[in-house]
Each structure stands twice: as C-alpha cells, then as structure tokens.
C-alpha cells in the first residue's frame, strides 16, 4: 500500500504569530524513518537532476533508513555546506521534489505527494549540529600561499569560502553590513531561519580558517584592482540583489509604505521588533497592504501580522498580487503558513494610487482588478486591468515587495567589469568568471533574484574555477 507523506510538526498559529521563534519544528527520528521509508531507491534517482548542488538524495536517504545519520550527514555535506540552511529554506518542491518520481502530475500544486527531501535534509542536518559532527578537511599544502577575497556573506560567499578554504586557500570575506549572512540575516525573518542556526553555518567557515571583515564596502573602501595589489589571487563576487524595485505609481512616496528591504532589515537585522530594548523603530498599521507574491512579500506579511499582535491590534494584513494563486513564485509552505496565520489575499488585483492624509501618511489604496492574459516573457499569464473596475482599501501601511536589482557601487566603481541591461555581472557559464581575468561571480548578482541553493550552485561552479587555476599556478 502506497505510504502518505509524513507531515511535519510546527507549532501552532495562534503560537507562532505571538513572536517570532522558528515555526517548523522539523521531524522526530521516527517520522524521519518514516518518510525516508517511502523513498522508492529509484534505479534512476531523477530527483538528484533537480538539486542545483547535485546531492545524491537517493543515497542520503538509504543512510537515513540504516540509522546511520552521520553518513548520511556527510552524504550530503559532500554537495552542500549548509543542510541547516537549506532544508529550511529551499524551494524544494520547484526543484528535488518536483522530479521526484512520486509528485502527482495532476495536482494542482507543485510537488504533491513527493518524499519531504527537505524535511529529511534538515533533519540530517540537524543531527549534525546537535552532535557536533566534525566535518572533514582536505586542506593540501600547495594551496596554503594563496588568498582570495570574496565579496559579499550572502550564501553564494558563505560557499564560495567554504569550497576554497576546505582546500586550505585562505579567505578573506568582505561584508558591507555589520553582520554576516546576507539575506539569510537580514531578509529571511528568524521564525523561519533562526540566527543560532545561520551562526553554527558559519562558525563552521570560521573553523576552517575563513577570515570575516565587516562594515567594509568594496567599490569604496576598496577597489577590485586594490584588493589584487594587495596580494589576493582571486576576487569571487557575491554581490546578490539589494535594492528594492517599486511600483512607480502616485503617492508611492508618502510615509509609512517601505520598500521591503527596509521593512525586513528594520525587523531582522535591526531587531525592531524589540524596540525600544534595541533602537531601531518599525512602524506598524492597522490595515497593513503588502504588495507582491513572492517569498520576500509572503516574509513581509509574516513580520507584518505579528508586529500588529505584539502592538495589541486587531490581525489585519492583506497581500496584494496581480495575478493569481497558481502564478504566486513564493514557496508553497509560506503560502500555506500565512493563509493558516490568518493573513488575507487579494488575487487578481493591480494598485494604482496610493492617497494620503494632510500630514502625508498613506490612507488608502486604489486597485483595479485583473485578469490572466497571454504568457509574458517569464512564462507566466499576464495579468491585464480591467478597465472601470476601480476601488479603494484602508491602508495605513504598506510594503512593496515586487522585486529586488543589483546594488551598482562596486560595479560603477569597475567600469571593466561587463554587465547586461539588469546590471548583472555577466559571467561564462561554466566557470563563472567574469570579463575580468581572475574575478569571478555568482548569487543573485549573476542572472537577479534567484535561490539560496542556485546562488551555492553558482559559487560552487566559481569555486572549483579558482582552485583548478590556482593549482596550475
Ligand atoms: C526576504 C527574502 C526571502 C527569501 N526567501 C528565500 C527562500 O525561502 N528560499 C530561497 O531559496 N531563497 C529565498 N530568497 C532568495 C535568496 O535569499 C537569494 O537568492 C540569496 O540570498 C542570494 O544569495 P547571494 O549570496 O547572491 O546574495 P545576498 O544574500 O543578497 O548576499 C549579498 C551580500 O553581499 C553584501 N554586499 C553587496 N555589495 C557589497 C560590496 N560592494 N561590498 C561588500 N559587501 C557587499 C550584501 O550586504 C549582502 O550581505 C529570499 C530573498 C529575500 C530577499
Ligand atoms: S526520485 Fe523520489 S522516490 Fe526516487 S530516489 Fe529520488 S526521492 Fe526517492
């Protein structure tokens, strides 16, 4: 008889939106069996073909039926440095789980009925922390002269480092922010990655030898060429996307409508929902609008509808996307936390103008409705507004959350580094290096918004680039 998915313990609604603790408790030892029991061991494990890291899933998961978890720990350790990370966070059903032989090709939502890899993979993961499993070292002595800087301590840094310095290369990251992590810090809010978890990740760099400089923004402090005279073989570029696109309708700039990045720095990385205990303060409405469907406005709400419960106000955060459910890019189990949460959607729906008071707070939202036209470049249905079909909503906040660009410091600050019409640091695909010779590149600065774990998959690529040169050196 064919085994249900095993489903994962989280801790209640009306719990979690009180603050801001991990939501997703993960699987006890025998709900891990469990579901690693379901795995059918395919003769062609097509769900490794789905894995930007390339994880041998199938073999992880058989270790996990042995009870042999630091094998299996060491499996994955073996693709990817962060399992902590990534079975929280990643998009698995668009990725492993959607060719896993398992997911119904008839349901409506992506990845039904798939093995939770995900799940198994924190739980591995997890194991590891809580037993300290001391990860192997290949350090080689002929690599020990060299030093490459990497820019940047979002995930595709964190990697990068981590692949060069488990070969003995010395690494120094360069962070412009006062703390390490990138997104996974200062954009991806704690009850879904806590801080103790992203810190072990990165105790573990620290461990291998990796050197973190914070409050240090190349393109200013420092030039590219500078960090090359200063002795650095390599620069690998892990710049992501950090500044905020906007609607670009009336009344965009009245108070009280962030961008996201604002909003979820404010909270994550400043603490604000711990004001005035810290120092940043976070304004908080009553009908709060997030604009965007995403997994940046889905963390938005999130923050958003706990903020008004802390404050004592009635729940009342509402996301606004123009298209529908189906098109929604955000992770599945977002969408499934937010709507249990109690936050609401309007679907189909297309801001115009936002109106504010006399002393320039924001009051109301115009919409219009929408319908699901042609397939626009992206592949998915346009939306197209329906004329006439104005109306208002209350809105005494809003965060825009409708896509992130490259930040241009570093790169007006190179002109000879190449970029397309985006920004992006054009790179060759197969090494990742960049128009400069020697500096390479990856993350979401290469090809915009993407994942945690395509971001690792690129600086991975850039990786095994820099040690294949420097090791003919
Ligand atoms: C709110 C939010 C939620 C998300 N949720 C998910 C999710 O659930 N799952 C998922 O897979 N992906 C998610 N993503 C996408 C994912 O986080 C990104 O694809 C990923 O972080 C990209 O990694 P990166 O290393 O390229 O960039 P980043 O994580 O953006 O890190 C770049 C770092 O470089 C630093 N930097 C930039 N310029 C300089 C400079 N000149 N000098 C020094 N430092 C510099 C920045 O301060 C930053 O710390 C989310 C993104 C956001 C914004
Ligand atoms: S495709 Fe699915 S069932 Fe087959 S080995 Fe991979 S996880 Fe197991």
């Keep these: 008889m064919k085994k249900e998915p095993i489903k994962v313990r989280e801790v209640s609604a009306a719990t979690r939106t009180g603050n801001f603790q991990e939501v997703v408790l993960g699987y006890s030892e025998d709900e891990a069996l469990g579901e690693a029991s379901r795995c059918l061991q395919c003769k062609n494990p ?15 998961i058989y270790q996990i039926t042995q009870k042999d978890y630091p094998a299996a720990y060491f499996t994955i350790r073996e693709k990817n440095n962060f399992p902590l990370i990534c079975g929280r966070v990643c998009p698995a059903e668009y990725q492993c789980r959607k060719t896993c032989v398992l997911t119904k090709k008839d349901a409506p939502f992506a990845s039904e009925g798939a093995i939770n890899i995900h799940f198994l993979e924190r739980f591995v993961g997890d194991y590891g922390k809580n037993n300290d499993l001391a990860v192997s070292q290949e350090k080689e002595e002929k690599f020990s002269k060299f030093k490459v800087a990497v820019v940047g301590s979002g995930p595709a840094g964190l990697c990068c480092a981590g692949e060069l310095a488990r070969k003995g290369i010395k690494v120094d990251i360069f962070e412009s922010l006062h703390k390490t992590g990138g997104v ?4 991806i809010p704690p009850f879904r990655l806590p801080w103790d978890v992203l810190d072990f990740e990165i105790n573990y760099l620290k461990k291998l030898g990796v050197n973190f400089i914070t409050n240090f923004l190349v393109g200013k402090a420092k030039t590219i060429k500078e960090l090359f005279n200063e002795g650095y073989s390599n620069v690998f570029l892990g710049l992501g996307a950090g500044v905020p696109s906007f609607l670009g309708i009336k009344g965009e700039n009245l108070c009280n409508i962030y961008s996201v990045n604002e909003f979820l720095v404010r909270v994550n990385l400043m603490s604000a929902y711990k004001f005035p205990e810290f120092h940043t303060p976070v304004n908080i409405g009553k009908n709060v609008l997030i604009v965007g469907g995403g997994n940046t406005a889905m963390d938005a709400a999130r923050v958003a509808l706990r903020l008004q419960k802390l404050k004592g106000y009635p729940l009342n955060t509402t996301i606004i996307y123009r298209r529908t459910e189906m098109e929604m890019p955000a992770r599945r189990l977002e969408i499934e936390h937010a709507k249990e949460e109690g936050i609401k959607f309007e679907f189909l729906v297309s801001p115009k103008e936002f109106i504010g008071d006399e002393q320039g707070f924001v009051r109301k939202l115009i919409c219009l409705r929408a319908q699901l036209g042609e397939p626009d470049s992206s592949g998915r249905r346009r939306p197209v507004v329906i004329e006439g079909s104005e ?13 992130l660009k490259a930040n241009q410091i570093l790169i007006n600050a190179t002109p000879e580094l190449k970029t397309d019409k985006y920004s992006d640091v054009i790179v ?29 998959g690129m600086a991975k690529t850039a990786a095994q680039s820099i040690i294949g040169e420097l090791s003919k050196k």
């Design 184 to 187: 996974l810090r200062y954009g």
């Design 391 to 403: 109306f208002e909503m209350d809105c005494d906040l809003s965060v825009i959350a409708v896509g």
């Design 46 to 60: 097509v769900c490794i073909s789905g894995c930007p890291v390339g994880i041998d899933i199938k073999k992880f």
């Design 428 to 456: 060759d695909a197969a090494t990742m290096e960049s128009s400069i010779k020697g500096v390479f590149a990856g993350g979401d600065i290469v090809g915009g918004e993407g994942t945690v774990i395509e971001a690792m």
